[in-house]
């Protein structure tokens, strides 16, 4: 039968899309939410279409003050696991020592390792030296978690990368800070790219770890789930969906670059 064979033929994009589309239902949810005007205070059930949550996406007292927060500490944390998981990253591949292996292998267990536990270390960590929680404390504590995910995307691109390139270079007499700046630096930009934009997302949306180390100072994932505990205002879903449409943006950039690039290469 046509039907059926049309069906057979493209079971694998029918597929994707339902999966796709079931991956984006709570951003669905949570867009639409945001034009809700409850009449409670819990925003769990649509009552009447409504704007002007947008309009004052600061109108509930200290969430702006939380958001701001966390996106210092998720910009701060992501600029120190890059760095630093890039210099990991290109150690592991490019140089060979003793505990490599061993290095390697400790490298996964942040990755593998209950976020609890994690965090209960950290804390048990800082109350031993004495330290106040809070902003340094959550840094310190996210550049940690971060920096594995980083070194694992930046790895796999210079893995990836030939060597005969940053030789050729050598030989039309770069020196080593003109061949990684020109050649090498260029090759792996994506992956650390891909680091970075994980980082951020990863400590921006972090609870548990936070949670733990941040002592009286409040992220916005903790004025969420406290906010949950009294009554969620419609401003959460304000941020959520806009916070999601800029990630949708970056995306949609970074493929437009790569297409324009892939045109000119061809």
């Known amino acids: 039968m046509p039907v059926v064979n049309w069906f057979k033929r493209h079971l694998v994009v029918i597929a994707g899309l339902l999966t796709l589309g079931y991956l984006l239902l709570p951003n669905i949810v949570v867009t639409v939410f945001s034009f809700n005007k409850p009449k409670g205070r819990f925003n769990y ?15 509930v007292a200290g969430m702006c003050d939380s958001l701001s927060l966390s996106l210092q500490i998720a910009i701060w944390a992501t600029l120190g696991a890059t760095l630093l998981g890039t210099m990991i990253a290109f150690a592991l591949v490019r140089y060979r020592f003793r505990a490599r292996g061993a290095v390697n292998s400790l490298i996964f267990l942040p990755m593998a390792m209950p976020e609890v536990v994690m965090a209960a270390s950290l804390l048990t960590l800082f109350l031993n030296l004495g330290a106040q929680l809070g902003f ?8 940690m978690f971060c920096l ?11 893995l990836s990368m030939d060597p005969r390139l940053e030789q050729a270079a050598q030989d039309l ?17 994506p992956g650390i790219a891909a680091g970075a934009m994980l980082a951020f997302a990863l400590s921006f949306d972090d609870f548990i770890i ?10 916005f994932p903790m ?11 419609v401003q959460i879903n304000v941020i959520g ?8 943006l970056l995306v949609l ?3 437009v670059i790569g297409n324009r690039r892939n045109k000119q290469k061809a």
Do not use: E
């Open 136 to 143: 340094w404390t959550i840094l310190i504590a996210h550049i």
């Open 148 to 158: 594995s995910f980083v070194v694992v995307a930046v790895k796999a691109r210079v």
């Open 241 to 248: 969906t806009a916070m999601f449409l800029v990630a949708v």
């Open 210 to 219: 936070t949670n733990f180390n941040a002592g009286s100072t409040v992220t």
């Open 253 to 255: 950039t970074s493929m």
């Open 223 to 233: 004025f969420v789930w406290g906010s949950a505990q009294r009554g969620t205002p």
């Open 173 to 189: 007499y770069a020196g080593p800070v003109q061949t990684f700046l020109r050649v090498t630096l260029p090759i792996a930009a």
């Open 45 to 59: 059930a649509w009552q009447q279409f409504s704007t002007d949550a947008w309009q004052d996406p600061c109108g």
